[in-house]
C-alpha cells in the first residue's frame, strides 16, 4: 500500500466532502421522495422489491410490537444481554444531557426556554448483511431521554423477507412502536410526509448510504434532521510510539462498514506508516477505502485532520495523546491507543449516529437535544414604561409603527 503526502489526504477529504451530495444520488433520492409523496407505500414497496425482496407484500411493510415480541423470542440469549448492558451505559451517558428549562428574569419581563418531547420520531437503522441493532440503541436512548411519545424506526427488510430477531428485540429495549421495514430515499420519504402504514415524524434521525443521507437534506425543510450521517468516515493521527497492530485494525473495522466507509492513517513516522501498510495487505477492501499519509509535523497532521472534520478521529501514541487538545472539529474524538472506536459505536455510552462528509463543522452526535423543541414564555413582570420607550425608539426607526403604538399603550 503506498504512503501519500499530506496534501494527497486533504485532496481525498475534499472529494470525501463533495460526494455526500452528489448531483446523481441527489436526483435518484429526490425522485424516490416524489413517489413517496405520490404513491405512499406503493412506491416504498417497488423500491423494497427491486433492492431488497422481491417477494415483499403491503402488509410486510410494517411490524408493530406485537411482530416484534414474536420474532424477538429467537434472539440468542447472549446477544440479549449484551443489547441489555449496551443499553444501560448508554441510556446513562445520555441521561447527563437532560434539558433543563433556563429562565431569565430582567428589569421588566421574566423569560423563560422550556424544553418539549417532540411527538413522534424516525430513525433510520441501516441494514448490511444483518441489521445494526446497535444504531436501534443509539437512537433509543435520548428519545427516552428527552421523553418521546412515539419512535419509528425504519430499516431494510432482509433478502428473504424474514423479520430480524435480533433487529426486532433491539427495537424494543429502544422502546420503538414498529418498524417501518424499508430503507434509503424511499423510507425517508415515508418518515417525512407519512404513508398509511408509517406515520409521518416530526425529525427523522441516524445514519444510511448516500442516498439516505441525500433524502434527509432534500426533506429538511419541512421535518427536523439531526445530520448529514452518511458513508462512514476514521481518521488516525498517530505519533511514533503508537501500535502499529492495533491502527491497522481500527483501519480494518473501519472498512467493514458498508456503503463506501474511509479511513485514513496520519503520521510523521515513516516507519509506522510501512509497518501499518504490510498488516494491512490482502485484507481485500475496495481500493481507495483506506489510506495512509506521512505528515511533515504532528501539528499540521492535526490541522489537517480538523480541516477534514471527519466523523471518527483517534489519537493513538503518547505524543500524538498529547496533541489531542488541538483537535477541534469532528464527530466524535477517541483518545489513546486503548480507546478503540469500535467502543463509541457499541458500548462506550457515547452516540455513535455522528455527521460525516465534513459537515462536523457545524453539525454534533446525535443527542437529546434533538429530540426536543424548545418553547419560550414572556410575561412582564415590572412597569413598563422604560421599555415602552426604548422599544418605541428603534421600532419607529425601522418604520414599525404599529409596533411603536402597541408597545407604548402598555407603557
Known sequence: MKVGRLADFRRRSLRQRRAVLDPRVVGHARRAIAAVRRRG????LAEVRRFDFAGARARDLWAGRRELRAAARACPPDLRRAIDRAYTDILAAHRAQRPRAMVHAGRAFRVELAPEPLDRVGGCVPRGTVGYPSTALMIGAPAAVAGVRELVIASPMPRDGSLDPVLSYAALVAGATGVYRAGGAAAVGAL???????????????PGNAFTTAA???VSAEVGIDSLAGPSELVVVASADADAAAIALDLEAQAEHGGGPYAALLSTSLPLLRTVARALEGIGVPRGTIGLYQAPSLRLAVAAASEAAPE?????????ERAATAARRAGAIFVGSRTATAFGDYVAGSNHVLPTGGTARWASALRVEDMVRWTTRV???????????WGAEVARYEGMRFHAASMELRG
Do not use: M, N
Not at 312 to 320: I, K, W, Y
Open 192 to 206: 417525512a410526509y407519512g404513508t398509511e402504514l408509517c406515520p409521518r415524524a416530526d425529525t427523522i434521525v441516524g
Open 379 to 389: 410575561r412582564a413582570t415590572a412597569p413598563l414604561r422604560a421599555a415602552a420607550f
Open 41 to 44: 407505500d406503493a412506491a416504498v
Open 216 to 218: 434527509k437534506w432534500l
Open 312 to 320: 471518527h478521529l483517534s489519537f493513538q501514541g503518547r505524543e500524538a
